[in-house]
């Protein structure tokens, strides 16, 4: 069986999938899967074993210059792959009115999930099979959930498993360590600079180092920042795999809500991700070894991309004054099993 699995972004989302496809590969031998990724992600899909053909979008760059992708042919290229053969499912688990259309052009059974059940309820128009699943589960619950409908074989009950462990990804020297995610989108998912460097602090006194991972110019200074005065490594700019390779040489990560977060997660790292604004309930990091540590501040999770309360804290957002670095440490060392 040839599927044809769309799902485009982002990292934490495409992260997700992955025990549906360990699912659906245990149910169902010989199945086969391409997968419709946009280009910044197009590492992922090639971790799973059961994914052949990897056909990277480009639809965030193509909504800032049609135009452009049009006369370039790019837009013609995807195309083509995309209808480079008829599969036996188009299976959209992305549930937006752009992965539908995407799946509207592919040649095959076009399955995704219901009006009630998609981000966009107009998505369900363009397939040819729609599929409830119910809202109040975590995403790689009803991800599982969704596969196991749309492929025919009952919802299995064993642990998710993102099968990213069975790769053969080449890593650094191990040495005793604590990586830090510090960097994501929204302002207020930021823990405070103030809070990494007292943490780096208390990291080396433990006697780990502190590895950080940065992706942008704004992350690197802030890494710099943290690092500076400690025992810390900053990683050079890498690609997704790379970064893999570090993540699986450290004892324990400490994250703000990010998708490198649900990395971590994947690879069933022994991991503290640290929520304010946000509500871990249903797409926090997921696993045996994944630990939540979530303000109870008056106004949390406000769900907000800028803190409007209208008191100061010592710290922005206010919200994280609850998860100090000393609460934080304290919750690694139950994790790891150390004593400071």
């Avoid at 040649?107 to 999930?113: A, D, F, I, N, S």
């Avoid at 009803?142 to 642990?159: I, N, T, V």
């Amino acid at each position: 069986m040839r599927v044809l699995l769309i799902k485009t972004s982002s990292l934490g989302d495409i992260l997700h999938v992955l025990p549906a496809l360990s699912d659906a590969a245990a149910a169902i031998p010989g199945i086969r899967f391409d997968w419709v990724v946009e280009e910044a992600f197009a590492e992922v899909p090639s971790w799973h074993p059961a994914v052949d053909r990897v056909i990277p979008v480009a639809i965030r760059r193509w909504r800032k210059n049609g135009l452009r992708a049009l006369l370039s042919g790019e837009w013609g290229g995807f195309r083509k792959q995309l209808r480079m053969e008829e599969y036996d499912q188009v299976l959209d688990a992305q549930g937006l009115i752009k992965s539908a259309l995407v799946s509207w052009m592919a040649r095959g059974e076009r399955v995704g999930l219901d009006a009630d059940s998609a981000r966009e309820p107009l998505a369900s128009r363009f397939y040819d099979r729609s599929i409830a699943v119910a809202k109040g589960e975590h995403a790689v619950i009803r991800l599982r959930r969704l596969f196991a409908e749309a492929l025919g074989y009952p919802m299995p009950k064993s642990p998710a498993d993102s099968a990213i462990r069975s790769q053969k990804l080449v890593a650094p020297d191990h040495s005793p360590s604590i990586l830090f995610v510090h960097g994501t989108t929204w302002v207020t998912k930021h823990w405070p600079d103030l809070y990494w460097i007292a943490l780096a602090e208390i990291v080396n006194r433990a006697g780990y180092g502190v590895v950080l991972p940065w992706g942008s110019e704004e992350e690197r200074d802030r890494a710099e920042r943290i690092a500076a005065g400690h025992q810390a490594t900053i990683l050079p700019r890498c690609s997704l795999t790379e970064l893999v390779g570090y993540f699986r040489q450290v004892d324990a990560m400490v994250c703000v809500d990010s998708g490198l977060a649900h990395l971590g997660a994947a690879l069933d790292i022994p991991s503290i991700t640290l929520y304010g604004a946000t509500n871990p309930g249903l797409i926090g990091t997921l696993g045996a070894q994944q630990h939540h540590l979530s303000s109870d501040f008056a106004c949390a999770p406000c769900l907000k991309r800028l803190c409007h309360y209208p008191e100061k804290g010592e710290v922005e957002p206010v919200c994280y004054q609850q998860l100090s670095p000393q609460v934080v440490w304290q919750r690694v060392t139950q994790l790891i099993n150390i004593s400071y």
